[in-house]
């Protein structure tokens, strides 16, 4: 067998000497490092004698003999790839708060370089990075361990990130640029003293920093999460839960570390930023409430800033803006993801089923109380209909709304307070033209009309404040965009929508459409349910009326909301058959009778409204009539129509086949 061939007769001296000391390194320690001196002796100037010898003094643990060989070589040798590579694993363990002791060899080789060799390594890396976000984490390092770069390096950065950010078409505020701007960069650039911005930079950065904020907070819940970003997937485990406002540290494949460090609160976090940005700007710090408290002592205490100060000082009005808007924004998603607690996980509430706000379709103007009578009501020609309600009155858009407790289906006073604090902002950000101004433009810029919480916020505010026109616009934007969608991914959802949209027709006189709308949501309803039963009843609001709108909020189930729609309907009918009085409508009257047996005897009182109406007209025509109905004092009551003392009247009722 030939001998092996000999391969260090063709190596240089460097490369046979490295060789060799690599081979002598799995035996003889000391005989390799002996070699490695001495070749470093010979060629001073060959890059990979030089990392050879640093390689066995880190494996070593050499940190003080490691840290002079990689600072001579970065003096030397910086353009090496190799080198900068080991550099970028330097920045990387500077970072990581890891034991592993390959990176914390790094970090006390670092820890041992006198502080210029620590700045020229750091500003040197962050000029020779691969990407943006290497390069920021560099220049950020040379911040936190050097003030003076703060003032030299802050703002470029911060600009930078965001140029950065706009250039990738970055549609989400969860991306890595804008992580490192709010959560490391801005706290450093706004502390520092010496930096001196025009106060338009200090808006934009507030700005950017809520929207970053309330993104995590209201991002929902996804089986694998993608932010539809053109760059690699953002993850967090703390996205599974945002209502709580707990933000935990995230990172993402390629950009290490996690600024948001533990467990922090999105909302809280937001107030510091604006705290900190008025002492640069020079705003009224006293208009901004502490976020200790209940909310409506927050916005009481804006409320009275308000009230106390001009109403053009846009020192005031910044203070005040942006304490309302955080506040609206806190209270809204509050209310708008209790209510839908299914889309954000929400934990706030031990009722996890979503949330419906409609109004009580028994509101009156006038108090009018019914006793129960029996059969064979004996009515004299001269009564006066009773009206059947005063839902529909105009007069009812003005006057107060309140929210009714129901603590069995979670509507809590703390919902209910935070539902009318939101609404409360939400007027005071329009009340004057330099409030409205600067929210809708921060709406806009935040591209705010894309937020589901926020729409569906706004709809129910309409509802509470009566503006039943806007509302139902909005509805029916909403069910135009499900129309394209796949029903079994939106039946919920469009239900919702078809309830709201039914009873803003109701309370506009659109009684025809108010049907159709109800109709469609029946059908929607799931029908593996239990059999439909009388609704809870819920709490009386402590300063309940009778000049007062009543709204409830109901489980999205067929359980609750069926007898709603029943009702909805037997309203409907009531004002067709009541208020069009040079028509007859049988259908209508039949429709409303067969309906007022779900919720016997309480309509009984209207039902002698419908006799009166047909011993008046002197027939009646519904061919259903003994297919549905079933009550045994209404069908007595017919019989005795049909009798001389009665009427008589004449009825109808057979089913066309059978006449």
């Given at each position: 067998?030939?001998?092996?061939?000999d391969?260090?007769?063709?190596?240089?001296?460097?490369?046979?000497m490295?060789?060799?000391?690599?081979?002598?390194?799995?035996t003889d320690?000391?005989?390799?490092?002996?070699?490695l001196?001495?070749a470093?002796?010979?060629?001073?100037r060959?890059f990979?004698?030089q990392?050879?010898?640093y390689?066995?003094?880190?494996?070593?643990?050499?940190?003080?003999?490691g840290a002079a060989?990689?600072?001579d070589?970065?003096?030397?040798?910086?353009?090496?790839p190799?080198?900068?590579?080991?550099?970028q694993a330097?920045?990387?363990?500077?970072?990581s708060?890891?034991?592993?002791s390959s990176?914390t060899i790094l970090?006390?080789?670092f820890?041992?370089?006198p502080?210029?060799a620590?700045?020229?390594?750091?500003?040197?890396?962050?000029?020779?990075?691969?990407?943006?976000?290497e390069k920021s984490?560099?220049?950020?390092?040379?911040?936190?361990h050097?003030?003076?770069?703060?003032?030299?390096?802050g703002?470029s950065?911060?600009?930078?990130?965001?140029?950065?950010?706009?250039a990738?078409?970055?549609k989400?505020?969860?991306n890595p640029y804008?992580?490192?701007?709010?959560?490391?960069v801005l706290?450093?650039?706004?502390?520092?003293?010496?930096?001196?911005?025009?106060?338009?930079f200090?808006a934009?950065w507030l700005?950017?920093?809520?929207?970053?904020?309330?993104?995590?907070?209201?991002?929902p819940p996804?089986?694998?999460?993608?932010?539809?970003?053109?760059?690699?997937?953002?993850?967090?485990p703390?996205?599974?839960s945002?209502?709580?406002t707990?933000?935990s540290?995230?990172?993402?494949?390629?950009?290490?570390?996690a600024p948001?460090?533990?467990s922090?609160d999105?909302?809280?976090?937001m107030?510091?930023?604006?705290?900190k940005?008025?002492?640069?700007?020079?705003?009224?710090?006293?208009?901004?409430?502490?976020?200790?408290?209940?909310?409506?002592?927050r916005?009481?205490?804006?409320?009275?800033c308000?009230?106390?100060q001009?109403?053009d000082?846009?020192?005031v009005n910044?203070?005040?803006?942006?304490?309302?808007?955080?506040?609206?924004?806190?209270?809204?998603?509050?209310?708008a993801?209790?209510v839908?607690?299914?889309?954000?996980?929400?934990?706030s509430?031990?009722?996890?089923?979503?949330?419906?706000?409609?109004?009580?379709?028994?509101?009156?103007?006038?108090?009018?109380?019914?006793?129960?009578?029996h059969?064979?009501?004996r009515l004299?020609?001269?009564?006066?209909?009773?009206?059947?309600d005063?839902?529909d009155?105009?007069?009812?858009?003005?006057?107060p709304?309140?929210l009714?407790?129901?603590?069995?289906?979670?509507?809590?006073?703390?919902?209910?307070?935070?539902?009318?604090t939101a609404?409360?902002?939400w007027k005071?950000?329009y009340?004057n033209e330099y409030?409205e101004?600067?929210?809708n433009?921060l709406?806009?810029?935040?591209k705010?009309?894309k937020?589901l919480?926020?729409?569906?916020?706004?709809?129910?505010m309409?509802?509470f404040k009566?503006?039943f026109a806007q509302?139902?616009?909005?509805?029916?934007?909403?069910?135009?965009?499900?129309?394209?969608?796949p029903?079994?991914e939106?039946a919920?959802?469009?239900l919702?929508i078809?309830?709201q949209?039914a009873a803003?027709?109701f309370?506009?006189?659109?009684?025809?459409s108010?049907?159709?709308?109800?109709l469609?949501?029946?059908n929607?309803?799931?029908?593996?349910?239990n059999?439909?039963?009388?609704p809870t009843?819920?709490e009386?609001?402590?300063?309940a009326?009778?000049?007062?709108?009543?709204?409830?909020?109901?489980?999205?189930?067929?359980?609750?909301?069926?007898p709603?729609?029943?009702h909805?309907?037997?309203?409907?009918y009531?004002k067709?058959s009541?208020h069009?009085h040079n028509?007859?409508?049988?259908?209508a009257?039949?429709?409303m009778?067969?309906?007022?047996q779900?919720?016997?005897p309480k309509?009984?009182?209207?039902?002698?409204?419908?006799?009166?109406k047909i011993?008046?007209?002197?027939?009646?025509?519904?061919?259903?009539?003994?297919?549905?109905?079933?009550?045994?004092?209404?069908?007595?009551?017919?019989?005795f129509l049909?009798t001389?003392e009665?009427?008589?009247?004449?009825?109808d009722?057979l089913p066309l086949t059978q006449?």
């Amino acid at each position: 067998m030939a001998a092996p061939m000999d391969t260090s007769q063709n190596l240089s001296g460097p490369e046979w000497m490295v060789e060799k000391a690599q081979k002598c390194v799995r035996t003889d320690l000391f005989a390799s490092k002996s070699l490695l001196i001495t070749a470093r002796s010979l060629y001073p100037r060959n890059f990979r004698i030089q990392f050879e010898a640093y390689k066995i003094e880190k494996s070593a643990k050499k940190t003080t003999e490691g840290a002079a060989i990689l600072l001579d070589m970065f003096q030397h040798f910086f353009d090496e790839p190799v080198l900068q590579d080991e550099l970028q694993a330097l920045t990387t363990a500077l970072q990581s708060d890891s034991q592993d002791s390959s990176v914390t060899i790094l970090r006390d080789m670092f820890d041992s370089f006198p502080p210029k060799a620590k700045y020229d390594i750091l500003q040197k890396s962050s000029e020779y990075a691969k990407n943006m976000i290497e390069k920021s984490r560099c220049k950020l390092l040379l911040m936190k361990h050097f003030s003076e770069a703060i003032s030299l390096y802050g703002v470029s950065l911060a600009e930078s990130l965001i140029d950065c950010e706009k250039a990738e078409g970055e549609k989400s505020a969860l991306n890595p640029y804008r992580n490192l701007l709010v959560c490391e960069v801005l706290p450093l650039v706004i502390a520092n003293k010496q930096i001196d911005v025009p106060l338009k930079f200090y808006a934009k950065w507030l700005q950017k920093s809520m929207a970053y904020y309330l993104s995590y907070i209201t991002h929902p819940p996804r089986k694998h999460d993608q932010l539809g970003s053109s760059t690699p997937v953002l993850t967090s485990p703390g996205l599974n839960s945002p209502p709580s406002t707990k933000v935990s540290g995230y990172t993402r494949p390629g950009f290490e570390g996690a600024p948001i460090e533990g467990s922090v609160d999105g909302w809280e976090k937001m107030h510091e930023m604006i705290v900190k940005i008025a002492e640069k700007c020079g705003w009224n710090l006293q208009a901004i409430p502490k976020i200790s408290g209940s909310v409506t002592s927050r916005f009481q205490h804006i409320s009275e800033c308000y009230r106390q100060q001009p109403a053009d000082s846009p020192a005031v009005n910044k203070s005040i803006f942006y304490s309302t808007v955080l506040l609206f924004l806190k209270t809204a998603f509050f209310y708008a993801s209790t209510v839908d607690a299914e889309s954000f996980a929400s934990t706030s509430i031990g009722h996890p089923t979503a949330l419906l706000l409609l109004e009580d379709l028994n509101a009156r103007l006038k108090s009018k109380k019914h006793k129960h009578k029996h059969k064979k009501m004996r009515l004299d020609e001269n009564d006066i209909p009773l009206d059947s309600d005063s839902s529909d009155d105009p007069g009812l858009s003005s006057i107060p709304a309140n929210l009714k407790v129901n603590k069995s289906y979670g509507v809590t006073p703390e919902l209910i307070e935070n539902f009318e604090t939101a609404v409360d902002c939400w007027k005071l950000l329009y009340a004057n033209e330099y409030l409205e101004k600067d929210f809708n433009w921060l709406l806009h810029r935040w591209k705010a009309d894309k937020w589901l919480w926020l729409t569906s916020f706004q709809t129910d505010m309409m509802i509470f404040k009566g503006d039943f026109a806007q509302a139902l616009r909005m509805l029916q934007e909403k069910h135009k965009q499900m129309s394209s969608m796949p029903l079994a991914e939106v039946a919920k959802n469009k239900l919702k929508i078809l309830l709201q949209m039914a009873a803003c027709h109701f309370r506009l006189g659109q009684f025809s459409s108010a049907c159709e709308m109800t109709l469609d949501a029946v059908n929607l309803m799931p029908s593996s349910e239990n059999p439909v039963t009388k609704p809870t009843a819920p709490e009386k609001p402590a300063h309940a009326s009778k000049y007062t709108r009543m709204l409830f909020l109901l489980p999205v189930t067929g359980r609750e909301l069926l007898p709603y729609c029943i009702h909805l309907l037997l309203q409907c009918y009531k004002k067709k058959s009541f208020h069009h009085h040079n028509t007859k409508d049988d259908k209508a009257l039949g429709h409303m009778i067969v309906l007022m047996q779900y919720d016997w005897p309480k309509e009984e009182s209207f039902f002698a409204d419908a006799v009166k109406k047909i011993r008046k007209q002197g027939t009646f025509t519904y061919p259903l009539f003994f297919r549905f109905i079933i009550n045994i004092d209404i069908l007595e009551e017919f019989a005795f129509l049909a009798t001389e003392e009665g009427g008589p009247v004449e009825l109808d009722l057979l089913p066309l086949t059978q006449r």
